[in-house]
């Protein structure tokens, strides 16, 4: 990607910005929209710097020209260029060298499943991408905005990729902006399809007492390689487009 860090400039051709663009508008056509307060960050690679989007603009209505640049001292928050919000997301960039980019939406589903207090079981072979990586988040801490509590966030999601809040929605991240837009995706559809079962009274999903986990774990290795995310986001980004 071509960069003036003096400038604060970006190339919204290069594929970096290409995938964020992309982000929004297959988290806007899964249902994950959120309104003004969903957000999708992307790290510059080695650096103190991520791609947000304008303040105040919904999934929907993100293109180019909403692409914003920030410092992770988050001076553009004060300008109202980003969401103050984007606190916490520093500060899991900061917890986590291998995160790349950051999922933050509140999907009715997810939501739902958040209030039911129910434990995240894989409950179709797709979501085997996030066995064993869903944490729960009970506390209630108020609206976002400081750094500390991204702490606390980072701190419950130690080196795993969903953190599910209660009554609230989810946090993914992943090493690329694919990565935490397809966990988002994944996970969305395996609430939805386990409150679905959760209404039998019966889950029977994947589990580490019921199945071999060594299978388990080679099926979540194979779902994430970079091939496999990127055919699944090829696909997302020709559902999203057409
Ligand atoms: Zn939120």
Not at 89 to 114: C, E, K
Request: hydrophobic share 45%; net charge negative; glycine share 6%.
């Amino acid at each position: 990607m071509s960069y003036s860090s003096d400038a604060k400039t970006l190339d919204i051709q290069s594929a970096l910005v290409s995938d964020f663009l992309a982000g929004f508008a297959i988290l806007d056509q899964d249902g994950q929209n959120s309104g003004i307060a969903g957000h999708l960050t992307a790290r510059i690679k080695d650096s103190e710097r991520v791609l947000g989007h304008q303040y105040g603009l919904a999934f929907d209505e993100v293109d180019e020209h909403a692409v914003r640049l920030t410092d992770f001292d988050l001076e553009e928050a004060e300008q109202g260029q980003v969401s103050p919000s984007l606190a916490f997301h520093v500060a899991l960039y900061r917890a986590r060298p291998d995160i790349g980019a950051i999922v933050h939406t509140h999907p009715d589903q997810v939501i739902a499943f958040s209030a039911t207090n129910g434990q995240f079981i894989p409950v179709f072979q797709s979501a085997l991408m996030l066995y064993d990586q869903v944490v729960q988040y009970k506390d209630y801490d108020g609206i976002v905005e400081s750094e500390a509590l991204g702490q606390k966030f980072a701190r419950h999601l130690g080196d795993r990729q969903i953190l599910l809040l209660k009554n609230h929605g989810l946090i993914s991240v992943g090493r690329s902006v694919r990565h935490a837009v397809c966990a988002a995706v994944i996970f969305h559809q395996n609430c939805h399809i386990q409150m679905e079962a959760m209404k039998t009274g019966i889950v029977q999903g994947f589990s580490k007492t019921a199945d071999d986990p060594d299978i388990l774990l080679q099926a979540s290795a194979f779902l994430n390689r970079d091939h496999i995310i990127d055919m699944r986001w090829d696909h997302l980004v020709r559902r999203a487009l057409a």
